[in-house]
Nanobody, 122 residues
Framework: QVQLVESGGGLVQPGGSLRLSCTTTGRTFTMYAMGWFRQAPGKERELVAAINWNGESTEYADSVKGRFTISRDNANNMMYLRMNSLDSDDTALYYC???????????????WGQGTQVTVSS
């Protein structure tokens, strides 16, 4: 079992930046690939970015490539999502998730946090 808690969401103006954090507790953090997903009202949950256990491989949604950066700190059991050049389409509830392999499919992730809200608005 692993427990995940997201933080860092909030209200930001278009063009602004945020950094989301995912704090993990429980089983060995390096056992897991990690991912950020988001869900906007009326839409399906979608992959934002994912990272393998040692940080050497990543995946991004096309819509965030070049703007978002996923990273992890295995020494402190943390994962991050740096988000730049935010726009209204990025407004969503952002979830962190843990799974046993780097995948784009949310069904590959076994553990989920409760989410942190990101709202991009002027």
């Amino acid at each position: 079992q692993v427990q995940l808690v997201e933080s860092g969401g909030g209200l930001v103006q278009p063009g602004g930046s945020l950094r989301l954090s995912c704090t993990t507790t429980g089983r060995t953090f390096t056992m897991y690939a990690m991912g950020w997903f988001r869900q906007a009202p009326g839409k399906e949950r979608e992959l934002v970015a994912a990272i393998n256990w040692n940080g050497e491989s990543t995946e991004y949604a096309d819509s965030v490539k070049g703007r978002f950066t996923i990273s992890r700190d295995n020494a402190n059991n943390m994962m991050y999502l740096r988000m730049n050049s935010l726009d209204s389409d990025d407004t969503a509830l952002y979830y962190c998730a843990a799974g046993f392999a780097l995948r784009r499919d949310m069904r590959a992730y076994n553990y989920w946090g409760q989410g942190t809200q990101v709202t991009v608005s002027s």
